[in-house]
Structure formats: structure tokens, C-alpha cells
């Protein structure tokens, strides 16, 4: 049997986010088109030497972009949409970055979420444009390694199914149209890398991982019927990632020549159909092994006896041992991290210590003999190690989540009566208005922030700041005439660092960095131990706050699944006993700002959704513990306590009975990107309960008219009760000006005075 080592992708951002320094740098005009180009060429060369250093035999290329790979093949096959041509003959980097971030007349294209990551692509518009191959970049990449690097490599594609799912702009009859127009260009580009000496190309279809009609099925395998068919030299591997390969038995059969399988998700369900249905004798095998979504050193046994089944189980000749998905989901190298403890510093594994990972199995399965001795049984160890370390033996977080009762998730009384009860008891005007949270974090902010982090500034000193700037915006609120205040959130950089600095079970990286869209990366905490609230986190700030005003000050919460969907979780345990843990945590929270007297508290969970499993048929089990654990934070309140939630960057279409079922008071959401649809969809499913619907998008800088906003409102009320009914924004305004922020609001409230007038 041959067995050599890949990974489906590699991080393309750089040890020290080099990648998105040269980026911002031309963007800044910085760097001039030849100096970015050539720094990117030579952080694409850097990058596959330092693969090849690790050990990895078989490279992929076409993993790297200047921003995007949907966006890259969009380019590629002249998917420009027309109104683009405002452009004045621009640079091909001008065009390409118009469409990621908009230009001075032309705003971008649309962007959303990749699968179940917390990475954002670029959707491609198809507007009947006529198709064609305007250049190879994969091609390129290709070229350069073999001619600078002088390695063969196995250039990657996302494949023409996903790539059209995830496209928008058409109907089920201009589908095949496209479809048909891109096969042809599909084929081309993959002709000229067998060309050009690629011995495998691989496919990338994450979109078989989603359920599928008949139909689709169908189509895909009409797709690769004549995708193989014009590319007759070349050696095709699909590789799906995230979940198991749908309608496993038949897509299976696809005319190529190989599949890439993720071994790691799904409850290994691949596995499970090769044990049911076998593997094609004659394919190629890439056992993706190494979970390319999480941060845990392997198990190197576990992982040996998957490969072992998959061996025992099919007769094939050749394996790839690789990651579960491209490694861009995780930090590059731990090697950086001084500050980690050390227990969690030795389970880690990012993307370079993953690749040395395969490299060790795959030496194991073409030898019978591991590179270096006690490898199995230190890995069993570091594993130990954290596992019996007392950051994961809290009793009291077990007892307390052990003693939990049905009661514990719920409200006492139906929303109906509270809706009554908190009508009298906290007095609002109808149409009250309110932000969802944060205000502008100013230069100011910022610089104060990071003087005090380096020292520069005592603690009390930066308390006073941040004492002065809410009470700075607890009057500019009032004067804009705001029902409902908040305390800005000044001493938060991100909604959930903030809460896992003070919670127990956390810890931070230094440079553990993952791209979420374009040049932006985040840098997720890791939730390491069991979570535990020990010390009041919020209270302080916020009933500062309420005591300079007359108005009620909103306490504001990131929610339990936000944070978990947010952070690199722990391995060992449930996400289910993670996120209970943390809404347990959360709800001592809710109850100190409760007893503090605060009336109304927000617990935000904009990451619910992304949360959900690409599968439906996992909705109602992931539903079932995420709406619990944001239950669990809430409900230990009086009746006349009003709990707000927020959520955003998202479609709620069908997400309205789930938004329901967590019986928050008032939700808000954000809209103004998708208005009409979930108008649409709030007539056939009524929503019963307090909710805004964001009045303005807070994601560009323009001041929307009150004339703007009311139309917006109009529209909703024909489908939202005037009772059920808030106004507010879409999102938090941390990243807005003070001066648009404060005309913007005004309008708003101008708006809602309006509207009282009119009943
Ligand atoms: N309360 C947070 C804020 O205003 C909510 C952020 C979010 O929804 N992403 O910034
Ligand atoms: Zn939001």
C-alpha cells in the first residue's frame, strides 16, 4: 500500500499575520502594485518551504488568496457583476478589492459565512454574465512552486457544485445554464495544471457534506460526468470536509479518482459508510485524521486504529493520511505561546504541529514503526495531563449543574404575563428606543486601553476613564431622548474575551490568530477547563451607570453560545456540559446585576446560529442544548426583570420558532440586509414576542433619514404588533464615528416620535 501525507489547506495569513500586513499596507497605498505583489510571492514561497520543512510530502497550492478563494474563482470566470463597470478601467487588484470591500461608488459584494466555521466568503453574483476564463491563478501558484520551489504540488479548487450553491443571482432554470458555461472553464483550468505536471488535482466539495435533494444528486453527477469526460488525463480528487459525504453510497460512485473524507466529524460517519458500503477499489483514499477544527494534539493511537479500519475494511492501494479541512480554521504555530500553562500548552496542536502530526502517522503506516520513540504514549499523556489537572475537576460546577431542575430553564409565568406585569412595572413608551449596546471605541478608547495594558496608566486611572466616558454617553443618550440606556461597553475589546477573562476554565494566546473574512483575523479564546463564575463582571459598570440617570440602563451579557461558538473548546467533554456550564456561570451574572437592582438585562447570542450543524437533522439536538444553556442564564429572574437578547449577521428565515424558544422578552435583530424576507417570513410565522428589527445598518457610516427609517418601521408593523414593538439599530456602534453615531440616533428617536404621534 502507498500511503504519503497532505493536508487539504494551510493557513495563508503567516506566523506573524505577515499576509495581512502586506495587504493593509497596499491598501493604504503603502505599497506600490510590483512591492505587494512580489511580498506576496514571497510569503507563498516562504510558506511552502516552511510545509516541506515540517515533513509534509504532498503540498497543496490554490489554498492561498489575496483576500478570498470564492472571490478568487469568481474573478477567474469574469462572475463580475455589472455594476462594477463604474470602475474606470481599473487595476486588476482594484476590481478584485472593489468587489471584497466596495469602492468609492460601488459597494461590495455580499458576504457570509463559510459552512459552520467562523470564517466569511465572498457570495459570487451570477447575472447572466457570459463566462470565461480571464486567467489561471492556480495555475500561478502551481508554476511557482515548481519552478521556484521545485516541488510538484496538488493544486486545490473549490469545486463547480459548491461553488454554484454558494453562488446567488439565479433560478432553478438559470442554474444549469451557469453550470453548463462553467464546466468548460472548470475543465480548462484543470487541463493546463495535468499540463503543466500536476499528477493530482483536488476538488474541494464541502457542499456534499449538506443534506441533498434528489435532484442535486442527480446534478452532481451529471456535472462530474462531463467534467471527467473533458478532462481525460487528469487525476481528480473530490475532497468534502466538515461532515460525512452525503447519499455516501452513490456520490461515491462519481467517475474520479479519488475522495478525501473527513474521518473526524459527523460521529465519524464516514467511516461507518465505508463499513457499510465499501470504497472504490481503484480511488484514492485521503483520510483526513487530524481534525483540522480544533486545537488538540492528537490521540496517535485513535487515530492509527481509524486508518487501520479503513485499511481492513477496503482494498485499496493508496491512502493519504490529512487533515479533517484546510488548516486555516486554526492558529498557525503554538511555538510562540510563552505565557500558556503549561498542561494546555502541551495538549496543543496548530496548523504546524497538525502537519507533524501527519507526518508521524504517515512514517508509522509506510514503515510499521513510529519516527521517534514513546510518541503514542506521550500523547497519551499530555492528554492525562490536562485531563486530571484541577482546572478540569471543579466539583462545584458539577454538583451545581448535577442539582439542576426543569425549573431552572424556565421562566416562571408565560411571556403573556409578563409582557403585563413588566408594561406596569417599568413604564416605557410605546416604540421604546434602545441600542443593542456598544458606542463608538474611539481612538481615544483605544489608546487608553493599550497605555494601561502596557502599564503606562494605573488600574485606577483607567477605571476613571472608563467611569467618565459612560457618563459621557449616559448624557449624550439622554439628550438624543433614548428610552433605554446603556453603558457602552467601553472596557470590552471583544464581547467574548471579555467575559472569559473573568470567568474560570479560560486561557488566551498570544498570536493564536485565524482568518474570519478578508484581512481580519480573530483570535478565539480557549476554553480549557470547567467554566466558573466566581466574581461579578459587569455590575460595577453598569450600576455606575444607572446611577446617573433617570432612565433605565440595559445590564449587558454575551450569551452562553456565543461564547462557546466563539472560542476553541475543550475536547474531552460535551459542547452540550460546556455551554450548561457557562449559561450556569452567566445566570450568577444575571442574578448580581438583578440584585443590584438593574431592570432590564441583555444577554446577547448573535453566534446561535452559526452553531447549527450542517445537517438538519442535528438541528433539533444542537437547538435543544444551545436554547437550554441561554435558558439556564435567564430565567432566574423576577417577572418584572425584562431579559433582551440581540442577534446578527444572520438569515432568520427559518430560524424564527428557535428565536422563540428562547422566550427572551425583547429581541433585537439585524435587518437591514434582509428586510423583506423576514418580513415575509414573520406573516406566515407571527412572532409573539418583544422584538425590533433594526432600523439602520450600522455597518456603513451614512446617516439614514428619519423618512428612511420610518418606511422600514411601516413595513414591519404590518406584520409586528405596535405592543411587541422596540426600535433600535442593527448591531453595536463600536466601530462608528461619535458624530454619525449621535445623527444617527437622533433620527431614529425623531422616527419613533413620529410614530407615537400617529396612534
Ligand atoms: N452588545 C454587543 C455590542 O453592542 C453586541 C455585538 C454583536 O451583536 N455582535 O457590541
Ligand atoms: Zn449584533
Known amino acids: 500500500m502507498n500511503v504519503i501525507s497532505t493536508v487539504v489547506g494551510y493557513p495563508y495569513i503567516g506566523l506573524k499575520r505577515e499576509w495581512k500586513r502586506i495587504i493593509e499596507r497596499f491598501w493604504k497605498n503603502e505599497l506600490t502594485e510590483h512591492e505587494f505583489e512580489a511580498e506576496l510571492k514571497q510569503l507563498r514561497i516562504d510558506r511552502l518551504k516552511h510545509q516541506q520543512d515540517l515533513g509534509l510530502e504532498y503540498i497543496t497550492v490554490g489554498d492561498f488568496t489575496k483576500y478570498d478563494r470564492m472571490l478568487d474563482l469568481a474573478v477567474m470566470f469574469n462572475l463580475i457583476p455589472k455594476r462594477y463597470d463604474v470602475l474606470e478601467n481599473p487595476t486588476k487588484n482594484e476590481l478584485y478589492y472593489a468587489m471584497a470591500r466596495g469602492a468609492k461608488d460601488v459597494v461590495a459584494c455580499e458576504m457570509t459565512k463559510w459552512f459552520n466555521t467562523n470564517y466569511h466568503y465572498i457570495v459570487p453574483e451570477y447575472e447572466g454574465q457570459k463566462l470565461s476564463l480571464q486567467r489561471n491563478d492556480i495555475l500561478d501558484q502551481f508554476l511557482e512552486a515548481r519552478d521556484e520551489v521545485g516541488i510538484i504540488t496538488k493544486p486545490t479548487i473549490i469545486g463547480p457544485y459548491t461553488f454554484v450553491d454558494l453562488a446567488k443571482g439565479y433560478d432553478e432554470k438559470e442554474k444549469a445554464l451557469f453550470i453548463l458555461q ?25 457542499s456534499f457534506t449538506k443534506n441533498l435533494p434528489i435532484e442535486e444528486i442527480q446534478l452532481i453527477e451529471e456535472i462530474y460526468k462531463q467534467l471527467c469526460k473533458l478532462t481525460p488525463h487528469a487525476k481528480l480528487l473530490v475532497q468534502t470536509y466538515f461532515e460525512s459525504l452525503f447519499a455516501y453510497e452513490r456520490l461515491i460512485q462519481l467517475p474520479v479518482d479519488g475522495f478525501g473524507l473527513d474521518f473526524v466529524h459527523d460521529n465519524k460517519q464516514n467511516l461507518k459508510s465505508i463499513q457499510k458500503f465499501g470504497f472504490p477499489k ?7 485524521v487530524i481534525n483540522g477544527r480544533d486545537i488538540w494534539s492528537v490521540n496517535f493511537a485513535e487515530a492509527v486504529s481509524i486508518i487501520n479500519s479503513v485499511k481492513q475494511l477496503t482494498n485499496i492501494e493508496n491512502i493519504w493520511i490529512s487533515s479533517s479541512c484546510s488548516l486555516q480554521h486554526v ?22 504541529e497538525k502537519i507533524r502530526e501527519i507526518a508521524h502517522i504517515t512514517h508509522f503506516m509506510q514503515k510499521g514503526s513510529w519516527l521517534k520513540e514513546g510518541l503514542v504514549a506521550n500523547s497519551m499523556k499530555v492528554i492525562q495531563a490536562l485531563a486530571t489537572h484541577p482546572v478540569r475537576q471543579n466539583k462545584r460546577v458539577e454538583k451545581a449543574l448535577a442539582n439542576l431542575t426543569p425549573m431552572d430553564f424556565k421562566r416562571s409565568v408565560s411571556y403573556k404575563e409578563r409582557q403585563q406585569i413588566q408594561k406596569e412595572a417599568l413604564k416605557l413608551p410605546d416604540f421604546p428606543t434602545t441600542t443593542i449596546g456598544s458606542f463608538p471605541q474611539s481612538t481615544e478608547v483605544k489608546k487608553t486601553r493599550s497605555a494601561w495594558r502596557k502599564g503606562e496608566i494605573s488600574d485606577a486611572q483607567y477605571a476613571q476613564f472608563l467611569k467618565e466616558e459612560t457618563a459621557r454617553w449616559i448624557q449624550i443618550q439622554e439628550e438624543i431622548g433614548l428610552d433605554v440606556l446603556v453603558h457602552g461597553e467601553f472596557e470590552r475589546t471583544d464581547m467574548v474575551e471579555y467575559f472569559g477573562e473573568h470567568l474560570t476554565g479560560f486561557s488566551f494566546t498570544d498570536f493564536g490568530w485565524v482568518v474570519s473574512y478578508g484581512s481580519r483575523c480573530v483570535k478565539p479564546p480557549i476554553i480549557y477547563g470547567d467554566v466558573e463564575w466566581t466574581h461579578p463582571m459587569t455590575v460595577k459598570e453598569v450600576v455606575e451607570a444607572q446611577k446617573l440617570t433617570d432612565k433605565y440602563v440595559k445590564g449587558m451579557l454575551t450569551g452562553p453560545v456565543t461564547i462557546l461558538n466563539w472560542s476553541f473548546v475543550r475536547n ?26 438593574i431592570k432590564i438585562i441583555q444577554v446577547d447570542e448573535p453566534a446561535l446560529r452559526e452553531g447549527l450543524p450542517l445537517r438538519k437533522e442535528n438541528w433539533a439536538d444542537y437547538l435543544r442544548w444551545a436554547v437550554d444553556a441561554f435558558k439556564l442564564t435567564t430565567s432566574n429572574v423576577a417577572t418584572d426583570t425584562q431579559i433582551h437578547t440581540h442577534m446578527c449577521y444572520c438569515e432568520f428565515n427559518d430560524f424564527i420558532d428557535p428565536i422563540k424558544s428562547l422566550d427572551a422578552d425583547v429581541i433585537s435583530l439585524e435587518t437591514s440586509r434582509s428586510h423583506g424576507e423576514l418580513i415575509h417570513s414573520l406573516k406566515e410565522n407571527p412572532y409573539e414576542l418583544g422584538i425590533g428589527l433594526g432600523v439602520y445598518d450600522i455597518h456603513s457610516p451614512r446617516v439614514p433619514s428619519v423618512e428612511e427609517m420610518l418606511t422600514i418601521i411601516q413595513e414591519s408593523l404590518a406584520v409586528i404588533p405596535k405592543e411587541q414593538f422596540w426600535i433600535n439599530p442593527d448591531c453595536g456602534l463600536k466601530t462608528r464615528q461619535e458624530t454619525e453615531t449621535v445623527a444617527s440616533l437622533k433620527n431614529m428617536v425623531a422616527a419613533a416620535q413620529v410614530l407615537r404621534k400617529q396612534v
Open 331 to 352: 492558529p498557525v504555530s503554538k511555538n510562540m505561546e510563552e505565557k500558556l500553562p503549561k498542561e494546555l500548552f502541551d495538549h496543543l496542536a496548530f496548523a504546524d
Open 282 to 288: 481503484n480511488k484514492t483514499l485521503s483520510i483526513g
Open 182 to 206: 462553467l464546466i468548460p472553464l472548470y475543465a480548462q483550468v484543470i487541463n493546463e495544471l495535468t499540463e503543466a505536471g500536476a499528477e493530482w488535482i483536488q476538488i474541494e466539495e464541502p
Open 572 to 597: 474531552d467533554l460535551s459542547r452540550e456540559k460546556v455551554a450548561l456550564q457557562i449559561g450556569y456561570a452567566l445566570r450568577q451574572e444575571v442574578e448580581a446585576l438583578e440584585k443590584a437592582g
